[in-house]
Nanobody, 122 residues
Framework: VQLQASGGGLVQAGGSLRLSCAAP????????MGWFRQAPGREREFVAA???????LYADSAKGRFTIFRDNAKDTVFLQMNSLKPEDTVVYYC?????????????????WGQGTQVTVSS
């Protein structure tokens, strides 16, 4: 399964970006999908996930600002990011889990996109 992430870019603090993750073959609708992010020299950290049941889960840093949702017709999962902060400046990765339930650890995710850079200027 090849995941294609896009939507990153440069935005001012307080602005918004929408990341997209194309997951062909129905992966986005049948598997749990997640977004993670990673800063240089640091471990990849959980941001948000959506189960096949549409249940969602967010990291504390994302709650109230980010929304994960999917469009099954387009086999795509989105991460809407609002009220962005300079500390959100990292590379974001989408991932498809090998199970249907939500998990927050990278080990449960079998497939990864290539990463998309988000830069928030102060």
């Amino acid at each position: 399964v090849q995941l294609q992430a896009s939507g990153g870019g440069l935005v001012q603090a307080g602005g918004s970006l929408r990341l997209s993750c194309a997951a062909p073959g129905g992966t986005a609708s049948t598997n749990s999908m997640g977004w993670f992010r990673q800063a240089p020299g640091r471990e990849r950290e959980f941001v948000a996930a959506i189960a096949s049941s549409a249940r969602t889960l967010y990291a504390d840093s994302a709650k109230g600002r980010f929304t994960i949702f999917r469009d099954n017709a387009k086999d795509t999962v989105f991460l809407q990011m609002n009220s962005l902060k300079p500390e959100d400046t990292v590379v974001y990765y989408c991932a498809a889990s090998s199970i249907t339930a939500i998990r927050t650890t990278t080990g449960y995710y079998a497939y990864w996109g290539q990463g998309t850079q988000v830069t928030v200027s102060s």
